[in-house]
């Protein structure tokens, strides 16, 4: 089975860096769709960016700018940048994947991804 398992969260000031990392193990299919979700206390899991194998990079509106998604195949690993960190950002980030392409109307819900890690947490103080 594929699993999936973040690293890389941590507490920094305002207008700081992180790079969050997600390594994948197990069967991955040639075309697949891989997200970074994230969840802050009593507000809905959202989609932060997401990538797939064919191009397609979708980010969440208040991020774009500031964080890029990347992909290093030979690692086998999905990666988050997030520079000029906010408050706003502080939440529980998770990696989550599934087979085939992305789609613009469904990539950052939830319902669409079968394998998830376990979560890493950001906190961005000011």
């Known amino acids: 089975q594929v699993q999936l398992m973040e690293s890389g969260g941590g507490s920094v000031l305002a207008g700081g860096s992180l790079r969050l990392s997600c390594t994948t193990s197990?069967?991955?299919?040639?075309?697949?769709?891989m997200t970074w979700l994230r969840q802050a206390p009593g507000k809905e899991r959202e989609g932060v960016a997401g990538?797939?194998?064919?191009?397609?990079?979708y980010y969440l509106d208040s991020v774009k700018g500031r964080f890029t998604v990347s992909r290093d195949n030979a690692k086998n690993t999905l990666y988050l940048q997030m520079n000029s960190l906010k408050p706003e950002d502080t939440a529980m980030y998770y990696c989550?994947?599934?087979?085939?392409?992305?789609?613009?109307?469904?990539?950052?819900?939830?319902?669409?991804?079968?394998?998830w890690g376990q979560g890493t947490q950001v906190t961005v103080s000011s």
């Open positions: 989550a994947a599934r087979a085939g392409v992305c789609y613009s109307g469904s990539w950052s819900s939830d319902k669409s991804y079968k394998y």
């Open positions: 990538l797939d194998t064919v191009g397609d990079i």
């Open positions: 197990g069967f991955f299919s040639k075309h697949y769709c």
